[in-house]
């Protein structure tokens, strides 16, 4: 099972983990870890930034990060990851979901970086771009304030049919994402789970 994060970046994206002092290792392989692509827009005057995953096109959002957020934005985003995860599996507790929270934290257990996105995976990323633009401004009517509502916002566009180069079908990312992470447990029985908590509160106390 692949135990790190692979984060590829836009040369703008490169700049702000740049200008905030983020070091991480780069990546020898191109091709190493598991692979997510980033990208920063601007929205309503606030940086978004665009996160997903290259198999399944899973997009994580960001909104409003702060400075301390991009010079630790490798944990930032292995947190999110976990929460998401565990919110989209609603795997009933305590056993089935800590499971997969142990599974995913191996995932993410370390971050290396690469700069340049791929041509597919950015024009999914731009297509998510347009999507939050129109959902905000003209559904909403504000930004996201909170990791859930940002989770709300990005369940939106991840319910949006995709198609890969080489694909025969459309799919739903979240559907594939969430099969691909109950594929590293064994089966399990559904049920509620927890909300997604505040994964920026235990960073910012750090």
């Given amino acids: ?59 994580l959002i960001f909104i409003g990060l702060k400075k301390k957020s991009f010079s630790q934005f490798d944990k930032v ?11 989209l599996c609603d795997l009933s507790h305590p ?27 950015q024009s999914h990323i731009r297509q998510v771009a347009d999507e ?8 909403f009517e504000q930004l996201p304030e909170s990791a859930e509502e ?5 369940f939106q566009v991840n319910e949006r049919y995709r198609k890969r180069k080489g694909d025969k079908d459309y799919f739903v990312p979240h559907k594939i994402w969430r099969a691909s992470l109950l594929a590293l447990l064994v089966p399990q029985v559904r049920s509620n789970v927890v909300n997604m908590a505040d994964f920026r509160k235990g960073l910012e106390n750090d």
């Fill in 1 to 59: 099972m692949t135990t790190m994060i692979h984060l590829h970046t836009s040369k703008i994206f490169t700049n702000d983990l740049t200008k905030s002092g983020c070091v991480l290792p780069s990546a020898e392989n191109k091709s190493a870890g598991w692979n997510w692509y980033a990208h920063r827009i601007t929205l309503m005057r606030k940086k978004c930034i665009i996160v997903m995953e290259e198999a399944c096109r899973y997009a």
């Fill in 77 to 87: 985003l292995a947190s999110r990851i976990i929460a998401e995860a565990s919110w």
């Fill in 95 to 121: 056993e089935p979901n800590e499971q997969l929270i142990v599974a995913v934290e191996q995932k993410c257990s370390s971050t290396i970086w690469s700069q340049g996105l791929d041509r597919s995976v």
């Fill in 132 to 139: 939050i633009e129109y959902l905000v401004k003209c559904h």
């Fill in 150 to 154: 940002e989770f709300t916002l990005g």
